[in-house]
């Protein structure tokens, strides 16, 4: 009983410390935002929304998802193989994205994507090597449990990005402004949790390439590009698909307040959220090949994430548009109306995470690959049935009701499937 208890102990004390430095770095996001938001119009938000939305997507699959492997890694030597792995696949990812953006921006028609595949070319391919790098050396630090260093890059990160966006803001205030600032925050600060200590740097990162062992371990672990990277890009997808749909149905303007709206609302779920995945992640990974049952620590992070969500959403069902009116401007207003419709799928999205993570423990990745493309599906027919509804209102209404239901379907369906078999989707 002791030893349960110490187990416990120390996972809340890895999630306060990934929370406070998390919660540290949006503090940053947040206080800078008034500033920002009076600096730069909305339609400038729409072009940095929609060049953020393209380059997270594909960052977030830049090394096609091998990173969570590295926790799975039966030895620190196996771990390293995978690491240098990803970094190769995250340097090939960002080389033919960067060829992709340049050979569609010949094709890209009116000024807003014209302007928004030049950015995404000229810089697009930073972008997704730098969040690739980020994801593997987060997955690193997370088996070694070095929570405090990626504390710390929460951090850096929200200072170098900031910052820049602030110094860039006295020569122009235009969307470029906001996308370098990001790229130099999302490059700097991953290279120094690259470098957060000599010796890693040295033995895992600049050396010990041995094609013929990480070609091994991509075949071990094939399940991860062949079905969690496309799990994750329909994830990815799913919830930006609205800053690629609204500026080709109602313009720029409309995507910049759904920037503003929806980032106000992931940054504190990003708090808790990011927190209690890397070390839930980890701990069902322990358990897992244990030989555990997942069923338990599913249904606590599901709670969890239910009860610290509610505040959020009855605050901004509450004062939501008098909110955004105060603090960022009165151009802002509509963006907390937004936020009022977003946070009902919103809520739904974080209950969803223990679900989600436990599918990928269970190397599960076709199945959570047919609920994201379903998800997509749903909330691409919302924007597009609300735009022949009404307008805007109406497509992030449905929008928001699709991302509910299928959140509500992924949970559903992996508690039908470990009711069916005993366990976590683990034979299936």
């Not at 927190?275 to 069923?295: I, P, Y």
């Not at 805007?392 to 928001?400: K, M």
Request: charge should be positive; glycine fraction near 8%.
């Amino acid at each position: 009983m002791s030893s349960i208890r110490n187990i416990k102990g120390t996972a809340l004390r890895h999630v306060a410390i990934l929370a406070s430095g998390a919660a540290a770095g949006q503090a940053i996001a947040i206080l800078s935002s008034p500033v920002l938001t009076r600096l730069f119009g909305t339609d400038a938000f729409g072009l940095f929304g929609t060049f953020s939305a393209i380059t997270t997507s594909l960052g977030a699959v830049a090394t096609l998802k091998y990173e969570q492997a590295i926790v799975l890694a039966p030895s620190t030597e196996a771990a390293q193989i995978v690491f240098r792995l990803c970094c190769l696949v995250a340097l090939l990812s960002a080389a033919l994205s960067s060829a992709a953006f340049l050979g569609v921006s010949a094709f890209a028609a009116g000024p807003f994507w014209q302007e928004c595949f030049r950015l995404t070319y000229e810089f697009g391919g930073i972008a997704i090597f730098s969040l690739g790098l980020f994801n593997a050396a987060n997955f690193w630090l997370t088996r070694e449990q070095e929570f405090a260093v990626l504390g710390r890059y929460q951090i850096a990160k929200s200072l170098v990005t900031v910052s820049v966006q602030l110094l860039l803001s006295l020569v122009g205030r235009s969307g470029i402004s906001l996308v370098l600032g990001q790229v130099s925050g999302q490059l700097l600060s991953g290279l120094l949790l690259l470098i957060y200590r000599g010796h890693f740097w040295r033995t895992t990162v600049i050396r010990g390439y041995d094609l013929t062992k990480m070609a091994a371990a991509a075949r071990r672990y094939q399940a991860f590009p062949k079905f969690g990277a496309p799990q994750t890009i329909g994830r990815l997808l799913s919830v930006n698909i609205p800053a690629l749909l609204l500026p080709l149905l109602y313009g720029p303007t409309q995507v910049g307040l759904f920037w503003l709206a929806y980032r106000m609302l992931i940054l504190p779920s990003l708090i808790l959220n990011e927190s209690v995945r890397s070390v839930f992640f980890r701990r069902a990974s322990e358990h897992h090949r244990a030989g555990g049952d997942l069923r338990s620590m599913v249904w606590k992070a599901t709670f969890i994430m239910a009860v610290t969500s509610v505040p959020v959403v009855i605050v901004l069902a509450l004062v939501g548009q008098d909110l955004f009116a105060f603090v960022f401007g009165a151009d802002w207003r509509d963006a907390g109306y937004y936020a009022q419709i977003l946070s009902v799928g919103w809520y739904f999205e974080n209950c969803v995470l223990g679900s989600a993570a436990a599918l990928s423990v269970r190397e599960q990745q076709h199945k959570y690959l047919v609920l994201e493309c379903l998800s997509v599906v749903l909330r691409a027919s919302g924007l597009l049935g609300g735009y022949f509804m009404g307008g805007v209102v109406a497509s992030l209404i449905l929008f928001s009701a699709a991302a509910a239901l299928s959140s509500l379907i992924t949970i559903a369906y992996v508690q039908w499937f470990e009711h069916r078999t005993g366990d976590c989707p683990a034979h299936g």
